[in-house]
């Protein structure tokens, strides 16, 4: 896995902006356009209003590399609130703590945390604890914590268990609804993606009024494997092409897991967000993934939409909500394919080198040497 590759990235002159040679840019930042819808302001899950990130990341000594990211739907207390949600499951190696009840019920009580896999029992704690402390929850005694992971093994010791509640709930509280980081941070500081430093990634897009004016966001935890393409590309190949391929060791990652977390403020019930949730795995496909064996493969979608919320405490015994009809749900499919797609290549953009665990280290994409190639089709 170890890759002989340099962390430089060559300055590019891209619309009047030079390049730092320690700067990573984001997919986008190449002039590289993925699909053909167009983004929100910030390329980002957070382009859906309400919905907060945040990150807690641990590097501690020569072998801790983990971290702990907290997605948040809405401002208000989520648990007296609940949004519509759905679980679709390309390859199920893997620990969604809290599926079954959103598969059952329809709705996500809780925000939703991604971390490591042997961390997943510490982080439901702490979103108990969260969720009994918030004003109007005193007398809840039943919670669905969510909490998803990837296994970060390689570069983290993480059979050291080194996150606590703590870690858990400085993540929920540092969330915030501006611009989501990205890279080697939070749940993806030590995960690699088709055997590249991997991480944390997002990305957005925002339909036409024509087609309803909804905003579509994904984030991913990158750490899965496969053959890497971006726009067509195989990158092995492309790499393999250049005067110093022998330098490069392309040895090729197969197993691994990846969360992908979408969120939309289209009027969804569990059954269209189910739907949603399987077009975002089409990302992992598109650049190059193929739900491997040994890969827990989850997507969870939900809808922010107040028109479609549960909402504790209210007397009648019925609810009457208006979600959008079937026949309008293809455009959202495509964004969630789009976003869930740009959102893998920015958390592979944006992940610097990582040395962890036993010495092994994780290469970030050699930018450099793509550039030729990225700089020729960045119009196409």
Known sequence: MKLLVSNILIPCLLLGLTFSPDYRPRVREWGLKIGVLEPGPLNAITDVAGVKVGHK??????????????IIPHKGNVFQEKVPA?????????????????????????????????????????????????????????????????????LNDIRARVISRRDVLEAIQKASSGPVEEGAVGAGTGTTCFSFKGGIGTSSRRLPPSLGGYTIGV?????????????????????????????????????????????????????????????????????????????????????????????????SITQQIEVLKNEFMSPLFQAAAEAAEEAILNSLFKATRMTGRNGHTAEPLPLDKLKPWLEKIKDE
């Open 86 to 154: 759905a679980v679709y499951v390309a390859n199920g190696y893997g620990k969604l703590t809290g599926s079954t009840q959103i598969e059952e019920l329809g709705y996500l009580e809780t925000p939703i945390i991604l971390t490591n896999t042997l961390s997943v029992p510490v982080a439901a704690e702490a979103v108990i604890d969260y969720v009994l402390s918030l004003p109007g929850n005193e007398n809840v005694f039943s919670v669905n914590p969510v909490v998803g992971e990837t296994n970060d093994g390689w």
């Open 57 to 70: 990341t641990l590097i501690q000594g020569q072998n801790i590399r983990t971290g702990v990211t907290a």
């Open 219 to 315: 984030l991913v935890q990158t750490n899965f494997g496969g053959i890497l393409q971006i726009k067509g590309l195989q990158v092995e190949r492309w790499l393999k092409k250049q005067a110093d391929s022998s330098s490069i060791n392309l040895t090729r990652q197969e197993n691994g897991s990846c969360m992908i977390i979408v969120a939309t403020d289209a009027p969804l019930d569990a059954r269209n967000l189910k739907r949603l949730a399987k077009r975002a795995l089409l990302g992992i496909a598109r650049t190059g993934g193929y739900y491997a064996n040994g890969s827990g493969d989850y997507a969870i979608a939900f809808s922010t939409s107040p028109s479609v919320r549960h909402r504790s405490g209210e007397k």
